[in-house]
């Protein structure tokens, strides 16, 4: 199994940065994708940005390209979620998702994530 800790979340006024920690524990495979997801009130939960570690590929949806990068830290097995110019439409519960089974999936987007962390809150002001 792949436990998941999150941190980093946070209230930010609208132009404003945080950075979302994702530390990963346990059975970790070389092939593991490390996935953001996002939740708001109202809505259904809906991708944000993963990395293939082996590939050292990534994929965002259209509405944070340009404004959001996923990073890693591989000594620390952790993987970062660098959020800048925060809007207002980017509050939601943010959580990180894992999945060991890397070299099955051609798109990190669509892939099966088995492993999820317990999510944090990022609230943007306007």
């Known amino acids: 199994q792949v436990q998941l800790k999150e941190s980093g979340g946070g209230l930010v006024q609208a132009g404003g940065s945080l950075r979302l920690s994702c530390a990963a524990s346990g059975r970790i495979f070389r092939n593991i994708l490390m996935g953001w997801f996002r939740q708001a009130p109202g809505k259904e939960r809906e991708f944000v940005g993963a990395?293939?570690?082996?590939?050292?590929?990534?994929d965002y949806r259209d509405s944070v390209k340009g404004r959001f990068t996923i990073s890693t830290d591989n000594a620390k097995n952790t993987v970062y979620l660098q959020m800048n110019s925060l809007k207002p439409e980017d509050t939601a519960v943010y959580y990180c998702?894992?999945?060991?089974?890397?070299?099955?999936?051609?798109?990190?987007?669509?892939?099966?994530?088995?492993?999820w962390g317990q999510g944090t809150q990022v609230t943007v002001s306007s």
């Open positions: 998702a894992a999945t060991n089974g890397g070299d099955y999936y051609s798109s990190l987007r669509l892939a099966k994530y088995d492993y």
């Open positions: 990395i293939r570690w082996s590939g050292i590929s990534t």
